[in-house]
């Protein structure tokens, strides 16, 4: 394991061992800042722990965690001595490690997502769908590092994906729940079950086209318990949802105009092209 936490500092520190030598740095991390992107690279910072009779340089060094790989969007330009200790560093690194890059990098983009003012957030949504025929968007579809809402039904370890209605002039309060199973680094695996649901009168259906072996009743049960506050929660995270969702459709959809059609004269020519008078053509077809 490289990463760790100091105790007494609660600085991280990466020790690093190339051979018989072992060497240790300070460590931050960032990431990019924009709360829809999941690119997964983190930018590590590695200062030294000084020691004196020796000298290290300090580094950065981009990191892929997903694809576990170096992040770098142009390795010709990183200089050979830092792409070369970016490497030793990968290599170094252990399943662990990865967990640790991921908690630290979710905690970094989940920060920016909850606070980052709603018309800074330039989300993708379908907007034809979602004027035309009310398509439901989810939360963390959306801001996919945004919180989450975990909960274990029937001893398993679960992600609830709520969705919302996002039209302006409706007033509704449904939301449908799609419970997976959480997956490595929190991540999605097999869905479980389905549910509809009014929170603001709290009233729990069932999708008829769907059924799962998870009794509604275990589900509300599990729910109510381990997130005492969790029809409060789906109020806020719609409220939000519509926000972002406003501001989006403001900048980026422009609804189709009606074709404005040009006023036809009872003795212009009809526009069918037949040659003749138009009341004498469509119009006293029409008629």
């Not at 939301?175 to 097999?190: C, D, I």
């Not at 969790?230 to 959809?253: E, Q, S």
Request: hydrophobic share 30%; aromatic share 10%.
């Amino acid at each position: 394991m490289v990463f760790s936490v100091d105790c007494e500092t609660k600085n991280i520190v990466a020790t690093i061992q190339d051979g018989d030598i072992t060497d240790k740095y300070e460590c931050s991390l960032l990431s990019c800042d924009n709360p829809v992107c999941s690119c997964g690279t983190v930018y590590l910072n590695l200062s030294p722990v000084r020691h004196k009779d020796n000298f290290m340089s300090s580094h950065r060094v981009d990191i892929d965690i997903i694809q576990r790989k170096l992040g770098y969007k142009d390795e010709k330009k990183v200089p050979i001595e830092d792409l070369e200790f970016a490497s030793l560093l990968l290599s170094k690194l252990d399943e662990t490690d990865f967990h640790f890059l991921w908690e630290m990098y979710f905690a970094y983009k989940n920060k920016r997502s909850e606070e980052a003012p709603l018309d800074s957030i330039d989300a993708h949504f379908d907007y034809h769908e979602i004027e035309k025929n009310g398509l439901m968007s989810a939360y963390n579809d959306v801001l996919p590092y945004g919180d989450q809402m975990l909960v274990s039904i029937n001893g398993i370890k679960c992600i609830i994906f709520d969705q919302y209605c996002l039209l302006s002039h409706c007033s509704c309060t449904d939301t449908t729940l799609t419970m997976f199973s959480a997956a490595e680094f929190e991540k999605t695996g097999k869905e479980l079950c389905s549910v509809t649901l009014n929170y603001r009168e709290k009233l729990w259906g069932t999708l008829e086209e769907r059924t799962f072996s998870v009794p509604i009743k275990t589900v509300k049960s599990a729910i109510e318990e381990q997130i005492p506050d969790f029809y409060k929660r789906l109020f806020k995270r719609h409220i939000k949802l519509k926000g972002i969702y406003a501001h989006c459709k403001k900048k980026h959809f422009a609804p189709q105009q009606p074709l404005q059609v040009p006023k036809v004269g009872r003795n212009d020519p009809c526009p069918c092209g037949s040659g003749k008078k138009y009341k004498k053509c469509c119009l006293k077809g029409s008629n």
